[in-house]
Antibody
Framework: QVQLQESGPGLVKPSETLSLTCAVS?????????WGWIRQPPGKGLEWIGS???????SYNPSLKSRVTISVDTSKNQLSLKLSSVTAADTAVYYC??????????????????WGQGTLVTVSS | QSVLTQPPSVSAAPGQKVTISCSGS????????VSWYQQLPGTAPKLLIY???KRPSGIPDRFSGSKSGTSATLGITGLQTGDEADYYC????????????FGGGTKLTVL
């Protein structure tokens, strides 16, 4: 059974860098799939942040691209998220998830499953 | 503002049926597959439907998905109080450089 667990500081000061780690168990990251980060501001909807392929290639939400870095450490079977120059607007629950993606004749099929339990990050001085 | 449009809320009585819509465009729903997620209060989202209408193992057949043109619909029959949750649609948007998009979410209240 694949399980994901986010960890990192729950409080980050404005203008600093948010750093989170997602530990994966039950599946080797290097075996395949994409691995993504999604966030949810309090009381709001889901926002995709970015994803990394098991080979290391990344794709980011254009609205966050200039501030985001996602990486994988296959030796530890974990992925990481760094978001720089944070503001109060970056306060959210941050989730990591395994992402499946297939390009089929009738279009792109993608889904996120499973998800980690999420970790709340508050940006405040 | 989400690329995909969902009603903010829907409600129905226990035992009844409810549908939740997800409206998009030709660059997303119209030419790609849709997935649906259930987020129970205080928990992480869970995959409910993928590839428009397929259910992962363990998801009861009370949940169904469909797609027509640039819209998708999640259906839930035999409503239970435990179905009270937020529901999100998701898909790929071919007009965006990175593609993954979600709807704004719909809160289901079981009266």
């Amino acid at each position: 059974q694949v399980q994901l667990q986010e960890s990192g500081p729950g409080l980050v000061k404005p203008s600093e860098t948010l750093s989170l780690t997602c530990a994966v168990s039950g599946y080797s990251i290097s075996s395949g799939y994409y691995w993504g980060w999604i966030r949810q501001p309090p009381g709001k909807g889901l926002e995709w942040i970015g994803s990394i392929y098991h080979s290391g290639s990344t794709s980011y939400n254009p609205s966050l691209k200039s501030r985001v870095t996602i990486s994988v450490d296959t030796s530890k079977n974990q992925l990481s998220l760094k978001l720089s120059s944070v503001t109060a607007a970056d306060t959210a629950v941050y989730y990591c998830a395994r992402e499946g993606r297939l390009t089929l004749v009738r279009g792109v099929l993608n889904w996120f499953d499973p998800w980690g339990q999420g970790t709340l990050v508050t940006v405040s001085s | 503002q989400s690329v995909l449009t969902q009603p903010p809320s829907v409600s129905a009585a226990p035992g009844q049926k409810v549908t939740i819509s997800c409206s998009g465009s030709s660059s997303n729903i119209g030419n790609n597959y849709v997935s649906w997620y259930q987020q129970l209060p205080g928990t992480a989202p869970k995959l409910l439907i993928y590839e428009n209408d397929k259910r992962p193992s363990g998801i009861p057949d009370r949940f169904s998905g469909s797609k027509s043109g640039t819209s998708a619909t999640l259906g839930i029959t035999g409503l239970q109080t435990g179905d009270e949750a937020d529901y999100y649609c998701g898909t790929w948007d071919s007009s965006l450089s990175a593609g993954r998009v979600f709807g704004g979410g719909t809160k289901l209240t079981v009266l």
